[in-house]
């Protein structure tokens, strides 16, 4: 019997370019498969690690593609809470843009935040938008990045 390899599964259609950036070079250097998920065409190095997948443009379509296809052990790069609720359900690790992991301790916390957020802005209450993203969210990123490819891959 095989054990297939973990993946790392990104959420293309809202990841920064510096974090696709900084998963390209960690997926030639590690050996691990990327799959960038997306409803348009994606550019990609060339690369038997880097995968692009494009997926239809209907509501969360990406979202359900990786929640469909992500195994357990694979990581899934989003900032898309819903998702990740549903990866971390399946034992997946998840990983926000920012270097905020999510995990089976803060996923319920993090789901009913969103969610009352969204009950605001359905109210009309202005809530603001997330931070500009910034240096250190990229340092932030690529610091949990390598902690959880030292666990996946050793």
Not at 29 to 46: H, K, T, W, Y
Not at 117 to 141: H, I, Q
Not at 146 to 153: N, P, Q, S
Request: with cysteine; glycine share 8%; net charge positive.
């Amino acid at each position: 019997m095989t054990i297939a390899r973990p993946k790392i599964w990104v959420d293309a259609d809202a990841c920064p370019k510096v974090i696709k950036e900084i998963l390209y070079r960690a997926a030639d250097r590690v050996g691990i498969v990327v799959i960038l998920v997306a409803n348009r065409s994606l550019q990609i190095p060339d690369s038997p690690n880097i995968r692009a997948h494009r997926v239809g443009s209907g509501l969360d379509a990406a979202d359900g593609y990786i929640a469909r296809e992500a195994s357990k052990g694979d990581l899934v790069v989003t900032a898309d809470i819903p998702l990740a609720a549903e990866v971390v359900a399946k034992g997946c690790r998840a990983l926000n843009p920012r270097g905020e992991v999510y995990d089976e301790d803060n996923i319920s916390q993090r789901l009913g935040m969103r969610d009352f957020m969204d009950e605001l802005r359905g109210c009309g209450v202005n809530t603001g938008g997330p931070a500009s993203f910034s240096k250190a969210d990229r340092r932030a990123f690529a610091g949990q990045l390598d902690r959880m490819l030292a666990k996946i891959v050793s």
